[in-house]
T-cell receptor, first 114, second 113 residues
């Protein structure tokens, strides 16, 4: 089975711009979660989608949003970029068949905001 | 508040040394526990997980972890490390109805050849 894929792998933007990141989960996985990884804050949960519905949301401003499509693919969007948004954005998928489940991670999208 | 604490941020060992990385968590209810590893330039990979049953779980590459419920701990161990174990190790926890992973700060492990 192919793993979680994320595109693009690298992105450079300037302050004030917006960006869209894409994630394709493992085939059969219906849940997609997004995390932000920075040297200072570590790994932080952004949001989780299941069957096109956001089920959980982390403590991030409204500039961070996401969605999930009927094929389980997910996108996250960051508007009005700030320097502090520079980070590795990770996507993880899981089957969501039970409360005991494992999240599998993609390689991430490294976003640099100048 | 839900949190995960990893005691050591940086660990340097020689090859063949034994390894133990500490992880303590604060989380209400039944938990799932995980150790992930991030090798240089690679993505997060699952090392091992605990859901229920035998509190001593074995993972890939000779790693194991012990869940001690009374101590809210899930320490990672390996009897003899190799240079290829150089990586960053993350402990994480979530609940049975909330799949959001709560992460420790990570431990950077360097193995000297």
């Amino acid at each position: 089975k192919a793993g979680v894929t994320q595109t693009p792998r690298y992105l450079i933007k300037t302050r004030g711009q917006q960006v869209t990141l894409s994630c394709s989960p493992i085939s059969g996985h219906r849940s997609v979660s997004w995390y932000q990884q920075t040297p200072g804050q570590g790994l932080q949960f952004l949001f989780e989608y299941f069957s096109e519905t956001q089920r959980n949301k982390g403590n991030f401003p409204g500039r961070f949003s996401g969605r999930q499509f009927s094929n389980s693919r997910s996108e996250m969007n960051v508007s009005t970029l700030e320097l502090g948004d520079s980070a590795l954005y990770l996507c993880a998928s899981q089957t969501q068949l039970a409360g005991t489940d494992t999240q599998y991670f993609g390689p991430g999208t490294r976003l640099t905001v100048l | 508040a839900q949190s995960v604490s990893q005691h050591n941020h940086h660990v340097i060992l020689s090859e063949a040394a034994s390894l133990e990385l500490g992880c303590n968590y604060s989380y209400g209810g039944t938990v799932n526990l995980f150790w992930y590893v991030q090798y240089p330039g690679q993505h997060l990979q699952l090392l091992l997980k605990y859901f229920s049953g035998d509190p001593l779980v074995k993972g890939i590459k000779g790693f194991e972890a012990e869940f001690i419920k009374s101590k809210f701990s899930f320490n990672l161990r390996k009897p003899s490390v190799q240079w290829s174990d150089t990586a960053e190790y993350f402990c994480a926890v979530n609940g049975r109805s909330n799949y959001q992973l709560i992460w420790g700060a990570g431990t950077k492990l360097i193995i000297k050849p």
